[in-house]
């Protein structure tokens, strides 16, 4: 067999050497932009991915305004550094536990990814919901489907195609907009861009600044970018050439019925005739978002959408032709006829994000109500009044809990140890909130005996309960132990 053709399978299909693989399917060979006027799919898939998408978009508008014990719901303020989670505070001090959630959540995407293929990509990234369940179906409203598309591309600036253009390009303007501030949403929480908006831009400079430039980022990723997004830049598509094997399910072309491909021509025996059921009406080729042809195997543009299959089995379905030409299957199935196989690689995937998932959880309802600390202040000693000798300290509290505390503070170890503070030794501490003060701690002469002695201090609720405690050290002065 010669380098420019190749057997497949077994098969007498043979297929011309793969020169799709040699560069993008949205660049021709001198790396210009090919444009990509998919037709407008149809078909059950497409229905189920709709449902999907509008139920995601749903709680992407309406996950600032759920709040949780007047906490939002999620807020991920960087600036500020205020961060909640399902309604629970985060800190810089549980930045382990946030990142181990991001840990976690790869391990995910990797075993979702090793089981069902680039399903994510097609059904739930943002940027195919955007861009597939908004944007194109303004191209469809405004300038028409697929043919309509191209010929007004191929058009010379005139009243209509002017108008047409403007119309669209003024209604992505207003969608990237209002993307951007549901974003900010996010970041600030809803109160705060309602302020900033009632408020003006000259008030908010930088903020107004910062979000003309998102939403000239998000006008440009969906109105020029679009498909190039998800072969050029995202580190997704490369990331399934390493994860995905011949166990993964993916959308397929099953060579096996496919070819011989030839036209369709009614009343014909196909079978005796040495065809397959593709009857090459590249209707799976058209429908594609990233223009890439299915039937050459799996491919780096492919993002799983399904608008394939259901062109292929609308098709199939008119001239009688069983259905599934085009499916989820894995290439075993195809090229072997061997079902599904949850494999050990897919097994070891499982066990290691079943143990991330555990220990995060772990941590999560171990996170403590509070986080307590005495640091003695830099250049700061000790001083001996009527017996007893006393240390300054530094207190921080960080109640992480969703309610106001009222602590105390006792010394834990070693015994007799006092505690003075300008209150009766009783803080009230803010929900959500960092308190911080000075306290004196004093112990008789007797019981120091070493110039720097290790002491724990421990503050407690109202009810006794121990909420946390912290390890330091205590001044005094140096003596001889015989």
Known sequence: MSDDQFLKGGQNQVVEAETFRDSVGTMDQSGKRKWVFPRKPKGRYTNYRTLVAWFLLAIFFALPFITINGNPFLMLNFVERQFFIGGQPFYLQDFFILALGAITSIVFIILFTVVFGRIFCGWICPQTIFLEMIFRKIDYLIEGDRNKQMKLDRQEWDAEKIWKRSLKWSIFIIISLIITHWMFMYIVGYQEVFEMVKQGPMKNFTSFLVMILFTAAFYFTFAWFREQVCTLVCPYGRLQGVLIDKQTINVYYDFKRGENRSKWRKGEDRRAEGKGDCIDCNQCVVVCPTGIDIRDGQQLECVNCTACIDACDEVMLKVGLPLGLIRYATEDEIEK??????????????????????????????????????????????????????????????????????????????????????????????????????????????????????????????????????????????????
């Open 337 to 482: 006829e061997e079902s599904f196989k949850y494999t050990g690689k897919m097994k070891a995937y499982t066990a290691v994000l079943l143990l991330l998932v555990g220990f995060l959880g772990f941590l999560l309802t171990n996170r403590g109500s509070m986080e307590a600390k005495f640091i003695k202040p830099a250049g700061s000693t000790y001083f001996v009044r009527e017996g007893k000798i006393t240390n300054i300290y530094n207190y921080t509290f960080l109640n992480k809990s969703n309610q106001d505390q009222l602590v105390t503070i006792k010394v834990i170890e070693p015994a007799h140890g006092t505690i003075t503070l300008s209150s009766d030794n009783k803080i009230l501490l803010k929900r959500d909130q960092m308190t911080k003060g000075t306290v004196n701690i004093s112990f008789p002469e007797k019981e120091i005996k070493f110039s720097k002695q290790n002491v724990t201090i421990g503050v407690y609720d109202q009810k006794g309960e121990l909420l946390d405690s912290f390890d330091t050290y205590f001044e005094g002065p140096f003596t001889l132990q015989f």
